[in-house]
């Protein structure tokens, strides 16, 4: 296979800033999935849409064996849950947010009219807090509340703002250091981001493929693999290449024994787990080698936690695997991986579908 260049081209990167900042919280993740679908038209044959938003561009639709590169699409968020008298707001959760670093916050309040209205968490100043320890003062999902400079619950109604309108951070996509890019919703966008790119070298370099490949943007992952759940039974693949975030566990705080040593700049953490198919594992690491890149072994209890599960246990078993991409400070709005391992990840994942053969043999006996 030839050297490849141009992994991450100034449009991609255009694109990547563009994706990032696009809001698309579980859910509502059409916005998104505008951007993305717009991005990955020319590079694809034919594209579909599912009822609930998972997006996916197919080249060779006429082909019976089909392999699958996935990742997903929604961020975590917050939805309006009670408005008080006097006008603040208070929440409940949509996907795993994290209470604790909401407080000073600025948001974004989606409005089911398309409407956007600014708020920001407020919280108690460190003076009145002062020395206590009273648990009031640790922030929580059913105690952290907005403010959108309302006297009353009246004028927070007359802004548009209901019961069920869904709240995003506004935090934006950097890059620091000319090292790492920097955002919110990184998990799991750049895997758009990725897959995207996969499908735009295989296009620009004219790689011909013996299979159907699917490149899938899912929605709802945060709340339970949700869309990858309904997508599998839609196209019912044959394989399924699946990319998502995991922790880098090498900044302060965190247990390595426990949770063990992964680094961003490191490579590709390829994931040992039932749901992972050993085979289609074995062939990942050995173009991994063949094309000098680095990678980490990231071991599993019982599932991965992301949409390789939903595929590998659908439609009598797909033959699927994780290549996961090392994450500083998942669910903050400061989420940041290394530029190296996103180059990395879209390599690997262009080189191993060129491996894979039409009715690739999987099985472990015959």
Same mark, same amino acid.
């Given at each position: ?8 081209s100034?449009?991609?990167?255009a ?10 919280? +579980?859910?509502? /993740? ?10 990955? @038209? ?11 938003? +998972?997006?996916?561009?197919i ?6 064996? @089909?392999? =699958?590169?996935?990742?997903?699409a929604?961020? &975590? $968020? ?19 947010s994290?209470?604790? &670093? ?17 708020g ?16 009031k ?17 009246e004028?927070?109604?007359?802004l548009? &703002?209901?019961?069920?309108?869904? #709240? ?5 996509f ?20 990725m897959?995207?790119?996969?499908a735009?070298?295989l ?10 490949l699917?490149?899938v943007?899912?929605?709802? *992952? ?10 599998? %039974? +839609?196209?019912?693949? %044959? =394989? ?14 965190? %247990?390595?024994?426990?949770?063990g ?6 490579g590709?953490q390829?994931?040992?787990?039932p749901s ?7 062939? #990942?690491?050995? +173009?991994?080698?063949a !094309? ?5 072994? /990231? ?5 991965t ?9 659908? !439609?009598?078993?797909?033959? $699927?695997?994780?290549?996961?991409l $090392? ?6 709005? !400061? ?9 990395? #990840? ?10 894979i *053969? ?8 015959h």
């Amino acid at each position: 296979m030839a050297n490849l260049t141009n992994v991450i081209s100034d449009d991609a990167m255009a694109f990547l800033e563009k994706y990032i900042n696009t809001a698309s919280p +579980t859910g509502f /993740e059409w916005t998104g999935q505008r951007v993305w679908l717009d991005y990955i @038209k020319p590079y694809v044959d034919t594209y579909e849409v599912d009822n609930y938003g +998972t997006v996916y561009g197919i080249i060779n639709p006429e082909a019976e064996y @089909k392999v =699958v590169i996935e990742a997903h699409a929604d961020e &975590i $968020s917050w939805f309006v849950h009670y408005i008080s008298d006097d006008g603040f707001i208070y929440l409940v959760r949509n996907g795993g947010s994290d209470a604790l &670093i909401a407080p000073s916050k600025r948001v974004n309040i989606h409005t089911r009219k398309g409407k956007i209205i600014k708020g920001v968490f407020g919280w108690p100043a460190i003076h009145i807090r002062g020395g206590s320890k009273d648990a009031k003062f640790i922030p929580k999902a059913d105690s952290i509340f907005l403010d959108v400079g309302c006297a009353n619950k009246e004028a927070v109604l007359k802004l548009g &703002i209901r019961i069920g309108d869904v #709240i995003t951070y506004e935090d934006e996509f950097m890059v620091l250091n000319d090292t790492f890019f920097v955002g919110r919703a990184l998990d799991n966008r750049v895997g758009g981001f990725m897959i995207a790119q996969v499908a735009r070298l295989l296009h620009e370099n004219n790689i011909k493929l013996p299979f159907g490949l699917y490149i899938v943007n899912s929605v709802q *992952e945060e709340v339970g693999l949700r869309g990858a759940q309904m997508i599998v %039974n +839609t196209i019912k693949p %044959n =394989v399924a290449l699946v990319t998502d975030v995991a922790h880098d566990t090498n900044t302060p705080l965190i %247990n390595k024994q426990k949770h063990g040593d992964y680094k961003c700049g490191k490579g590709p953490q390829l994931a040992f787990a039932p749901s992972v198919h050993n085979k289609f594992l074995d062939l #990942i690491m050995e +173009t991994a080698e063949a !094309n000098n890149i680095p990678f980490q072994r /990231e071991s599993n209890y019982r599932s991965t936690g992301t949409d390789t599960d939903a595929f590998a246990y659908a !439609n009598g078993g797909v033959v $699927s695997a994780l290549i996961s991409l $090392s994450l500083r400070y998942m669910h903050t709005t !400061n989420e940041m991986v290394h530029k190296d391992d996103v180059a990395n #990840i879209i390599k690997l994942m262009y080189y191993t579908l060129q491996r894979i *053969e039409n009715n690739h043999d999987f099985k472990y006996l015959h």
